[in-house]
């Protein structure tokens, strides 16, 4: 019976897996989120003989009707690797009925070409002179806002390292390294976007600040476990609860002091004793006139790819939309769900979120590769399996792929390649390990980013059919 069922519907594991994958990053693109969220609505004004006297256009941003003081001007500015896509849409949308001017700053290799804006490609995930140039260029555009002016900030993942400032008294290689010591540590990015907003003088709400009174709305797709605004992109438009404090006490936590320079430590230390401005603080007059819309997140990606393997023949079964925690342990236990599912089958099993690792080797990978190198250990012996782990902007660590698929037949022929699997993950060297023994999943940038996908096929084993 289950035979018959598995060749009726063609299951293909290592072809569907990758096939749910995608069908859940297109879910998430730009064009179609933007779409969605931002309309134009043109209607005329009559007089009492009938002629029409203006005509007035509503810009509706999720379900939010906004009016353009006839003084007014559109600002569009944005940063994260769907900026490009983003404002690509955004010129679609609006561009036909308002000029618009500004400028948004996305990762290498994430430029569109745009119509109205200037663009402007950045370093991620450590920024680089052009990151430092971009946040210069967004704080001299919110100096030029008048009150009566619309500004649309345009955020997405990566926005933290595209924007990147240089506090009095310290350098830009001082500040990358401070970057790298954080993305090697396995803080989470909770952590690290808190340190991240204090050497900055557009995050954690500043750039809100610089931008009031003028209304202010961002469209912001998030990257980030649980959808918390004061993380994303480092909450540039939103008030920071965190503190100078907070920032060295996680500095302290990964044993970072002394792997950083002395003057971004003083920094810091000045920002505790009062001597600097801490950031945007809640309750402040400054974000009376900012409005906040989510408009992408892991879970609408998560429920396309359960509608999708559905429609391959699998019974989905989402699990997290918020999975954090180390790599390792993370698949691990995820292996072992799937091992103890009892459900119908075949079955998927979804998860999203983003995993940290802790970088002490000094091989090439990034978490997803990592995951999946690890799910791989686990399920070698479970040939029922197929597991994939893949970021959703394309790309995983400073490598080509967004992540990798495995299943046992590919740990068996890593074994007769002499590919010693536990090894290449001490070293945190899965790129290497997939790019030999086979799996990488390789897509580009995909002009998205709402985290990663983790997905589970099973194909056999016991079933309550």
């Not at 310290?170 to 050497?199: C, D, Y």
């Not at 990798?404 to 699997?421: E, N, Y």
């Not at 060297?429 to 995909?446: E, I, M, N, Q």
Request: with cysteine.
């Amino acid at each position: 019976m289950l035979f018959l069922f598995l060749k009726l519907i063609a299951i293909n594991p290592a072809t569907d897996i990758k096939t749910i994958f995608l069908h859940a990053v297109a879910a998430v693109h730009p064009q179609q989120l933007m779409q969605h969220n931002v309309h134009v609505r043109v209607s005329n004004n009559f007089q009492e003989d009938g002629h029409a006297t203006r005509v007035s256009r509503i810009i509706n941003i999720s379900g939010d009707d906004y009016a353009l003081p006839h003084d007014g001007r559109i600002w569009v500015i944005g940063a994260g690797k769907a900026a490009a896509a983003m404002a690509q849409e955004l010129e679609n949308i609006l561009g036909k009925h308002f000029p618009l001017q500004g400028m948004v700053v996305t990762k290498y290799g994430h430029a569109l070409p745009l119509q109205q804006l200037t663009l402007i490609e950045a370093g991620h995930p450590v920024p680089d002179q052009n990151s430092v140039a971009a946040s210069v260029k967004l704080l001299e555009i919110a100096a030029q806002v008048q009150p009566a002016d619309l500004v649309i900030f345009l955020l997405s993942g990566g926005a933290s390292a595209l924007l990147a400032d240089v506090p009095a008294g310290s350098s830009l290689p001082e500040v990358q390294q401070l970057f790298e010591a954080l993305l090697k540590s396995g803080a989470t990015i909770q952590e690290m976007n808190t340190v991240r907003k204090h050497i900055s003088y557009i995050k954690g709400g500043q750039l809100a600040k610089s931008i009031y009174p003028a209304t202010l709305c961002t469209l912001i797709l998030s990257d980030v476990p649980g959808d918390d605004l004061t993380v994303i992109g480092s909450g540039p438009t939103v008030p920071d609860p965190t503190t100078f404090a907070d920032t060295m006490a996680i500095l302290r936590k990964y044993h970072l002091p002394e792997k950083i320079s002395q003057n971004l430590l003083q920094h810091i230390k000045n920002g505790i004793a009062g001597k600097i401005p801490d950031t945007a603080k809640p309750g402040g007059d400054d974000f009376r006139h900012v409005h906040n819309y989510l408009t992408g997140t892991n879970l609408i990606a998560l429920e396309a790819a359960a509608q999708k393997a559905r429609a391959l023949g699998y019974h989905p079964q989402l699990i997290s939309s918020t999975t954090t925690g180390d790599a390792h342990t993370v698949a691990a236990a995820y292996i072992q769900q799937a091992l103890s599912y009892a459900g119908p089958l075949p079955a998927c099993l979804l998860m999203g979120g983003e995993t940290t690792v802790q970088v002490t080797g000094n091989g090439l990978g990034g978490r997803n590769q990592h995951l999946a190198l690890a799910a791989g250990i686990a399920l070698a012996d479970h040939p029922q399996l197929t597991f994939l782990s893949g970021g959703t902007d394309g790309t995983d660590g400073p490598t080509d792929a967004a992540g990798a698929i495995v299943d046992a037949h590919t740990m068996k022929g890593a074994i007769k390649l002499q590919l010693d699997a536990n090894s290449f993950l001490q070293r945190n060297d899965a790129w290497h390990f997939f790019s030999k023994a086979g799996g990488l999943l390789v897509t580009g940038p995909t002009q998205t980013n709402v985290m990663d996908l983790m997905i589970v096929l099973i194909t056999a084993g016991t079933s309550k059919i």
